[in-house]
């Protein structure tokens, strides 16, 4: 089970630090991603941590102001907002999946195991 916390209400330009741990499961033999999700737009990918190569990747509207990362020791997933924008305001979604590959790694379907999202709300 995975659990994403963190979110949170700030003005723009701030910043918020998003967690995703789990528990029986261990984070580092996964590739871990964040998702987020609006009514207007859907849900869309922000970041991913690829297992089998430790590479990140970032959508395009969050490069630069999002970092990812993972303390293997707290078993725990970070992602790291920076700058944030009204745009930015979402529920962010932790997943997990032991057989994302480069062509899968920004698709929801290919992640098995998610967390129940936590609310970041951005204002102007």
């Known amino acids: 089970q995975l659990q994403a916390f963190g979110g949170g209400l700030v003005q723009a330009g701030a910043s918020l630090r998003l967690s995703c741990g789990a528990s029986?499961?261990?984070?580092?033999?996964?590739?871990v991603a964040w998702f987020r999700q609006t009514p207007s737009k859907g849900r869309e990918f922000v970041a991913s941590?690829?297992?089998?190569?430790?590479?990140?990747y970032y959508a395009d509207s969050v490069k630069g102001r999002f970092t990812i990362s993972r303390d293997n020791a707290k078993n725990t997933v970070y992602l790291q907002m920076n700058s944030l924008k009204p745009e930015d305001t979402a529920v962010y979604y932790c997943?997990?999946?032991?057989?994302?590959?480069?062509?899968?790694?920004?698709?929801?379907?290919?992640?098995?195991?998610w967390g129940q999202g936590t609310l970041v709300t951005v204002s102007s």
């Open positions: 941590f690829k297992r089998s190569d430790n590479s990140k």
């Open positions: 997943a997990a999946d032991r057989n994302i590959i480069t062509t899968t790694r920004t698709m929801d379907s290919a992640y098995d195991h």
């Open positions: 029986g499961r261990t984070l580092s033999t996964y590739s």
